[in-house]
């Protein structure tokens, strides 16, 4: 992600490395699936985000994986993280209206 970010954030002219860039002042948000370290990542990206000249819109969500989907490898979000997707949706359609 970092190189992903690296890159789509630098500027599109060359020889104005403070340019436009291909994701400069775009509507995001963060979503994550892990076990832990959300937190610490969010923290990051909080600051990440302004610095890359992007509009960071609604409350990050952070879900975990639930035990079973290590055998069947199904994914079940909680109620809390469908209502924070929801939420970031929401933040996002507000933003671009």
């Known amino acids: 992600m970092k190189n992903l ?4 954030s630098r500027s599109l ?8 860039s291909a994701i400069n002042e775009k ?3 963060v979503s994550s699936v892990a076990n832990a370290g ?6 990051i ?3 990440l985000l302004p610095f890359i000249r992007t509009n960071a819109v609604g409350e990050f ?12 490898g199904q994914f079940i979000a909680s109620s809390e993280t469908l209502s924070g ?3 970031q949706a929401d933040a996002l359609l507000s933003a671009i209206n």
């Open 85 to 87: 997707l929801k939420a």
């Open 61 to 72: 969500t952070s879900a975990q994986v639930n035990d079973s989907a290590w055998v069947d």
């Open 45 to 47: 990206y909080k600051d």
């Open 38 to 43: 959300q937190e610490p990542m969010f923290a």
């Open 27 to 29: 509507i995001v948000t």
């Open 13 to 20: 002219d060359l020889s104005d490395p403070r340019g436009a």
């Open 5 to 8: 970010l690296d890159w789509l």
